[in-house]
């Protein structure tokens, strides 16, 4: 039996409830939530009158002010009560965190000072070894991260917004002839656990496009990190060279069609070519093997080699913000 009536609920215990969690201060509001908190149909009568019946006995126990003007709220004393409730929540969390951390301080300390006992005749520091030290989700330590599918228009502050920890170094993929953007760097944090929380942050979008993170451990013989800290396109990433097409072939109907965004589809290549009165005959989009993702790349056939030459004219011009490039096939 309910404790506001013989309904089977706890109305009194609902109606606290959606007053602490939402901001509904009317009463018809608060009925609505209430009601559906207990999957209960808002044009139910009976559910009504319990709700009614509810709020005048929560207002008699002086749990609830009830204004003439039809709004409803805790008052002051249970609400702060409920503060005070989470106020010992909250310190009691810090201080379990606050102990954790100082073990793991304690731990880290006693690391160092063996480390520094095993660096005395080489002059390394500590600082070397907790950059690299490792832990959950980097065993190896590794601070050097692979990032793909980037937008275009990111840049060293986006990036440096994007991920938890710092990161020190930018590495731009770029083309070697024309310094075109390949949406693509490497990275390097500031300590492995830095470089763990970027990776388990694979997937997640940045400027609307879900980043490829993997930890990416330097070669032998590679120069890493980088003297400078930015390299290959400065502060922002993309380029603007547009490459030179191939030679056209005799009699050509199709256009290799690359760097598209990941929103493109049939709808969109078509209307884009129709700017120019290209008529595709029919598109082929390309797709990993193995995942199945979108390569961002594919074939647009043309009617005619006319409309082929037409369709060309648009290479390098933007399309859903990233600049197209195309080149003649067989």
Known sequence: MGKDGSDGFDWSKAICSTLKSSDANEVKKLRKLVLLSLQLDESDKSAKKSFKKAVKQLEEEGKVKLDADGTIKLKDKKRKRDKEEKKKKKKAKKESEDNDEKSDDEKQETGEKSSE??????????QSVDKNSPCVGNPQGVTRLFLGNLPFSVDESSLAAFFPGEVTHIKWITDKE???????????????????DAVAMAGSKLIGRPIKINFAPAREGDIWPPVKKVVSGGGQAGGSGIKAMSAKPD????????????????????KFFANVDAEIKAVRWLHHKDSGDFK??????????EACEKGATLNGKSLLGRPIRIDWTD
Not at 179 to 192: H, I, L, R, T
Not at 259 to 265: E, Q
Not at 296 to 305: D, I, K, L, P
């Open 117 to 126: 006992a095993n660096d005395d005749d080489n002059g390394e520091g500590s």
């Open 178 to 196: 024309t310094g075109k953007f390949y949406g693509s760097a490497f990275v390097e944090m500031d300590n492995s656990k830095s470089a763990a």
């Open 251 to 270: 009699n050509c109907l199709k256009l290799f069609i690359g760097n598209l965004s990941y929103d493109i589809d049939d709808e969109g290549i078509t």
């Open 296 to 305: 961002g790349c594919g074939y647009v056939e043309f009617w005619n080699t």
